[in-house]
C-alpha cells in the first residue's frame, strides 16, 4: 500500500464548478498535512496547510480528518488558471529531521 | 528575494558515469531537502541536510549521496548511473527541519542514454 493515495484523475470540468479532491494517508504517526499544486515540468509549490479544524483560502478550503486518516481539498468557482497537478503531502518526522512523502498528484484540467 | 536555485538546468549522461548537482537555498534557510520525480509520480524523498549533517535518508541505494556545505548550499551526486535514474532532482529548502513548508527550486532534468 503507498503512504499517500489520491485519486489519480484527471479531472476535466468547466469553468466556475466546484471540484474535490481526496486523499489517504498511511502512517497514523504523520504531524501535519499539505496541498501543493505542480504545473506542467515545473517544481512543486505550496498551496495550503491542512487543518484537523479545516481551514480556507479564497476559493480553496482543505480538511483532515485524522481518525479516518483522509486529507480533502475543495476548488469552488474554478478557473482556467487552476488547471494542474494538486499533490496531497504528509510530513513525518524521524530521527531529527523531517521529510514529506507525496502522493502521485490528481491532474486537473479547468475547460471553457 | 531569490528563491532556491539549482544547477545544471538540464543534464544528459550515459549509463555508468557519475552526476553532481547543485542547490542554493534561500538566504536564511538552513535546511535542504532532495527529492526525485520520475514522470507520472510525485515526488520521492532522498535526502534532508541541515546544519552540515545528515538528518534523513529516504529508500535510495549508496550511489546516491550528497552534502551541505557552511553556507547551506547542497551537492547532490549519483555514482555509476542507471537508466532508471532519469528523473527531475528537485531540491527544497526551509527555515529549519521540521517543517513541512518547503519550498522547491526549478529542478534538474537529467536524462541517462
Known amino acids: 500500500r503507498k503512504e499517500v493515495e489520491q485519486d489519480p484523475g484527471p479531472f476535466n470540468v468547466p469553468e466556475g464548478a466546484t471540484v474535490a479532491f481526496n486523499c489517504t494517508y498511511s502512517?497514523?504517526?504523520?504531524?501535519?498535512f499539505f496541498w501543493y499544486r505542480q504545473d506542467c515540468r515545473k517544481e512543486p509549490k505550496l498551496l495550503m496547510s491542512?487543518?484537523?479544524s479545516g481551514n480556507e483560502d479564497g476559493r480553496f478550503t482543505a480538511q483532515l480528518n485524522r481518525a479516518s486518516q483522509y486529507i480533502s481539498l475543495l476548488i469552488r468557482d474554478s478557473k482556467l488558471s487552476d488547471s494542474a497537478t494538486y499533490l496531497c503531502?504528509?510530513?513525518?518526522?524521524?530521527?531529527?529531521?523531517?521529510?514529506?512523502?507525496f502522493g502521485t498528484g490528481t491532474q486537473l484540467k479547468v475547460e471553457l | 528575494d531569490a528563491g532556491v536555485t539549482q544547477s545544471p538546468t538540464h543534464l544528459i549522461k550515459t549509463r555508468g558515469q557519475h552526476v553532481t548537482l547543485r542547490c542554493s537555498p534561500i538566504?536564511?534557510?538552513?535546511?535542504v531537502s532532495w527529492y526525485q520525480q520520475v514522470l507520472g509520480q510525485g515526488p520521492q524523498f532522498i535526502f534532508q541536510?541541515?546544519?552540515?549533517?545528515?538528518?534523513g535518508r529516504g529508500n535510495f541505494p549508496d550511489r546516491f549521496s550528497a552534502r551541505q556545505f557552511p553556507n547551506y548550499s547542497s551537492e547532490l551526486n549519483v555514482n555509476a548511473l542507471l537508466l532508471g535514474d532519469s528523473a527531475l532532482y528537485l531540491c527544497?529548502?526551509?527555515?529549519?527541519?521540521?517543517?513541512?513548508?518547503?519550498?522547491f527550486g526549478p529542478g534538474t532534468r537529467l536524462t541517462v542514454l
Open positions: 527544497a529548502s526551509s527555515l529549519e527541519t521540521g517543517r513541512g513548508e518547503q519550498f
Open positions: 502512517n497514523s504517526a504523520s504531524q501535519s
Open positions: 491542512v487543518y484537523s
Open positions: 503531502v504528509v510530513n513525518s518526522f524521524r530521527g531529527g529531521g523531517n521529510k514529506l512523502t
Open positions: 538566504s536564511g534557510h538552513k535546511s
Open positions: 541536510y541541515y546544519e552540515k549533517e545528515e538528518r
